[in-house]
């Protein structure tokens, strides 16, 4: 029975810092596409979307930044 709680507290454990380490990584990607918006709020939805659409297109959180800047860059154009 020792073992049990043992394996089962474990998996809790290891479970739980995977999930924060995703949720933190997800509030790093939306901090960095608002932090490029600045405070025009059809800039902030624009750069929301475009943040989606990164992650639809599996972009690599390496090249995130410099995506996320060429498509903050093409908003007044559109």
């Given at each position: 029975m020792d073992y049990f709680i043992i394996v089962v507290t474990t998996a809790v454990g290891l479970y739980f810092h995977w999930w924060l380490y995703v949720r933190i990584k997800r509030w790093m990607d939306r901090d960095?596409?608002?932090s490029l918006a600045g405070?025009?709020?059809g800039k902030r939805a624009f750069m929301l979307e475009q943040l989606a659409?990164?992650?639809m297109q599996k972009i690599k959180r390496?090249?995130?930044p410099k995506w996320l800047e060429a498509a903050a860059a093409?908003?007044?154009a559109r």
């Open positions: 960095l596409a608002l405070k025009d709020e659409n990164a992650q390496r090249d995130l093409g908003y007044p």
